[in-house]
Structure formats: structure tokens, C-alpha cells
């Protein structure tokens, strides 16, 4: 099946988004040797703890981003989706900079994944409307 | 693109439920500061962990709900689709209040929870049978 | 609506991975009652967390599952999708029963998994690069 023209952009950007976060899901595998906790343990260490929680984060956003990327991108704009979803794709890589650096630090790429996940969400809401 | 017609319900259950969400993150992070709860932790406050639990629980559920309310609304019936998601977006309401209320109260909107979802399920099985 | 031909074997898989994964919540809820971890808490028993983590990197690895199977399945092949799928559903529960009956014995299902999941996101790209 040909995908409808356009689309390709939405499908790779959404591969791009998970191969991240499963290069984030290894850091915390990686951890576990490193800090020494043992499953089915996810806490114990601080230094752990913020790998686990930079992934169990982007878990929690992915949810919402790739809904939105698709409803945004085939009702609205297939483009504007897109380059939102790499806003997203880069905040996500500042969050985790950031917090494995210091959980302080984790508010720039916060900022960035939640308006990117938003303007996504507005634009699915116009196309919605739109296609009424 | 124009959207197969009555997807536009589809969709808009769906942004309707991820902004629903997105609030119950929200609501996480506002708990963060209230109980003095600092990244990476999770736990160290019984209330902040109602937030928490009811917002993970809720993206434990959005995963099963969102393939099921699309496979059901594209195979069986959109119009019933989006009346059960209706019925999941009222339950997760319901869930929060019980629990933030008291972890014992969560039961009612588990249940409405659990039934939006295991109805579509059997939707979309129903659904990919007669599309067989 | 007709469901484009041959996708009908891609949503059987995702509703049989996500039939899987909601036993494997139901087990969670069961595990509660069984060694008394009264939510919101979800550590305290070093079993009820198995049953725990199970279900949950069960949810870590599905946000990664079904976007891959559909964008694999849709450009590059349904069927050889819907095989590497009924591969992931398997690997889940040789993990399920892996680490239930020691942490350590979660290694082969989290590899095949892994592989799965690996697979149907090489198939995205090879099928996202064909279709540009």
C-alpha cells in the first residue's frame, strides 16, 4: 500500500522519537550495572533514579506526543507536525542532559516537550474542527 | 487530507482524554511542590503519591484505550466508539477524585475504566471478525 | 469502513498484545490483595514488585511495539509484521514467566522482545525510505 503523500515525514519522525527513547531505556539497563540495582529494585541510588525517571518520563510524554503528531499532521498540517515533532525529539535530549546532570536542570527540555506536545494538541483541536 | 467521515469523533475522544492527561500531570508537578517531594523521588509523601499513582495509572490505561477505541470505531462503529470513550474520559474523572479522596475510593472509576475498555476490545475483535 | 486488505492480521496482533497486557495488570491487582501492598504504594514486597515491573515494562515496551508494527506492517509488509508482532507477544510471556520465577530469568524474554521490537523498527525505516 502507498502511504498517502506527506505522510513519510510523520512516520519517520515518529521511528526517530522512538529509537531515543529506546536508546534512553539502555542508559537505564547500562545503570543498573552501574549503580548496582538489582530488578526488580528502581530505586536506591540517586545517581539510578534519574536515569530511570528520564525514561519513565519520555514514556509518559511519547503518549501524548504521537496521538497528537498523527491527528496534527493528517488534519492540519503534515509539515508543521513534523518539524513539532522535532522540537519534541530535541527536548527530549536537553530533558535528559539536563536532569542526569542535575534533576534541577530538567526544566529547559520540560518546557520544550510540553510546547511542542501542546501546540501539537491545539493544532489536532483546529484540524478536528476544520474537518467537521 | 480529508478524514474518513465520522473519524473526526475518533479524534476528538482521543484529544479530549489526552488532555485529560495531561492536567493529571499537571497536577503531579503542582503536588511535587506542595509535599516537597524533589526529583528524582517518587515516593516520601502518601498524598503526592495519590497524584502520582493516578496520573501512571492513567497512562497504564490511555495504551490499551487508545488502539482500542480506533480498531473498534474503524472496524465495528465510530459512533459507539466514541460513546465508550466518552464513558472512559468520565471514569478517569471519577477515578481521581475517589483516590485523591482516599486510595479505597479509586474502585468506582477503575471499573468504569476497565469496562470502556474491555468493551471496546471486544469491539475491535468483533470488528476484525466481520472484516475477516 | 472497509479496513485496507491484509491490516486485519495487524490489528488481531494488537489487540492479542494488548489482551496480554491487561492480564498482566489484572495479576498486579491480584498480587495486592496476596502480599497486602496497599496502594498508593507499589514497593514494599519484593513479589508483588516482580508482578509490578512486569506490567510495567510491559507498557514500556508496547509505546514502542505498535507504532513499529503498524508503520512496518503498512509500508513494508503485513505479514512479516504481524509475525515479528506474534514474536513480541510470545517473548512478553516467556518474560512474564521468567521473572516472576527469579529476576534474574528475565534476560531470554526481555531479548526477544528486544529483537521484535528491533526488527519492526528496521522494517519502519526500510519501508518509510522505500515509500519516500
Not at 16 to 34: D, K, P, S, W
Not at 54 to 64: A, D, G, K, P, R
Request: glycine share 12%; hydrophobic share 55%.
Amino acid at each position: 500500500m502507498h502511504l498517502v503523500w506527506g505522510t513519510h515525514w510523520l512516520a519517520l519522525v515518529t521511528v526517530l522519537a522512538l529509537i531515543e527513547y529506546m536508546v534512553l531505556g539502555v542508559m537505564v539497563g547500562q545503570a543498573r550495572g552501574r549503580y548496582k540495582i538489582e530488578a526488580p529494585a528502581t530505586t536506591g541510588d540517586p545517581m539510578f533514579e534519574r536515569y530511570f525517571r528520564v525514561h519513565q518520563n519520555t514514556l509518559e510524554s511519547l503518549i501524548v506526543f504521537l496521538p497528537a503528531l498523527w491527528i496534527c499532521g493528517l488534519t492540519l498540517s503534515r509539515r508543521g507536525a513534523a518539524v513539532l515533532g522535532l522540537l519534541y525529539i530535541v527536548g527530549r535530549a536537553v530533558y535528559a542532559r539536563g536532569y542526569l546532570a542535575d534533576p534541577k536542570g530538567r526544566a529547559a527540555g520540560a518546557m520544550m516537550t510540553f510546547a511542542a506536545n501542546g501546540l501539537l494538541m491545539i493544532g489536532s483541536l483546529i484540524g478536528i474542527i476544520i474537518h467537521w
